[in-house]
């Protein structure tokens, strides 16, 4: 049903106003091969909030931040940040866009044999022009927000799996972004350090009005960060509200996912031998869904 377009639709290079709309997707297309993995997404991250987008393993989450930071290239479509559009940018004049856009990937490892302070002075090595001293203070003050005073001198391998991915926010913060893009933050930690993890999101936005885009099959860490959810369903945008209005959905995709009985007979396209009931990721049994009730969310 999508057309492979290799030349975007809207050639135009139009900049435009943009409102609150700090990035938006317009209907973005992108496959790989015979497989459509975005098959028309459109999307408007709202500056200063906290956006979820929830969806099955290989639903193209990860796909879509790659997007956003250009990282990936549409078929068809067009994606701006700021108002200025920025999928047909050669990589030179992505590299000040790039600065603004702050990444926590699950890929996005630290180096194993550096020390917390060198892993996060890279990018200020790399993109600024500051002093040994003022990068010293800047590596203090992102490791303060995240709450890990003094662990400059340590590797990596010393810390906790919760304390690693506190750095790997801390190596995003230190850029001072607008945006941060976080994919599936919370993966690999017990519920007691994705909470953390989850109130240092909202923190970000409360505080510093980062506008936290964030990738998660975690419905606790769902509820407890969005401000808004949007769920990606068969490369389409199948759901986007509140996280409680996702309940009231009629879609039964939907009510498979909450209730963590989403499996193959909800994706009719999905390659059989993908049909594996193990990549159903949702735990509904997950007491942290229950446990944290609305009052602990922002609005
Ligand atoms: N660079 C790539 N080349 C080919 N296929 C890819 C590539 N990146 C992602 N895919 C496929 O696109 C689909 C969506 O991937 P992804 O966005 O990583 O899923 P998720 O929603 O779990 O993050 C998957 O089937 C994946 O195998
Ligand atoms: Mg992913």
């Given at each position: ?74 078929d ?15 990589e ?97 930690l ?31 860490s ?35 996912f ?22 159903l ?19």
């Open positions: 049903m999508v057309e492979a377009v290799r030349q975007p639709e809207h050639a135009a290079q139009g900049d435009e106003p943009y409102g609150d709309a700090i990035v938006r997707l317009e209907d973005v297309h992108k496959r790989f091969g015979s497989q459509v993995v975005l098959d028309g997404v459109s999307l408007a991250f709202e500056e200063g909030k906290t956006t979820v987008v929830m969806g099955p393993s290989g639903c193209g989450k990860s796909v879509m931040l790659k997007h956003i930071v250009g990282l990936l290239r549409p068809k479509g067009a994606i701006y940040f700021a108002g200025k559009r920025i999928d047909q940018l050669d030179d004049e992505l590299a000040p866009v790039r600065l603004q856009i702050g990444l926590v990937f699950q890929m996005g490892a630290l180096f194993d044999s550096m020390s917390v302070e060198d892993n996060i002075a890279f990018p200020l090595i790399e993109h600024t022009q500051l002093s040994a001293g003022e990068r010293r203070d800047r590596i203090a003050e992102a490791l303060e927000t995240v709450d890990l005073q003094g662990v400059q001198p340590k590797l990596p391998s010393q810390l906790s799996g919760g304390q690693r991915k506190r750095v790997a926010i801390a190596r995003a913060l230190v850029m001072r972004p607008r945006v941060i893009l976080f994919d599936e933050p919370t993966t690999g017990d519920p007691i350090r994705s909470a953390g993890i989850d109130d240092l999101i909202v923190r970000l936005r409360e505080k510093f009005n980062v506008t936290n885009i964030v990738v998660t099959h975690d419905l606790a769902a509820r407890h960060v969005a401000d808004r959810v949007v769920m990606l369903l068969g490369g389409k945008v199948a759901a986007d509200g509140s996280f409680e209005s996702l309940a009231n959905n009629a879609d039964v995709r939907i009510q498979h909450l209730t963590g009985t989403y499996s193959a007979d909800d994706e009719p396209g999905m390659p059989e031998a993908d049909k594996n009931p193990a990549t990721e949702v735990d509904a049994s997950n007491p942290r869904l229950f446990k944290r009730g609305k009052d602990k969310r922002t609005s």
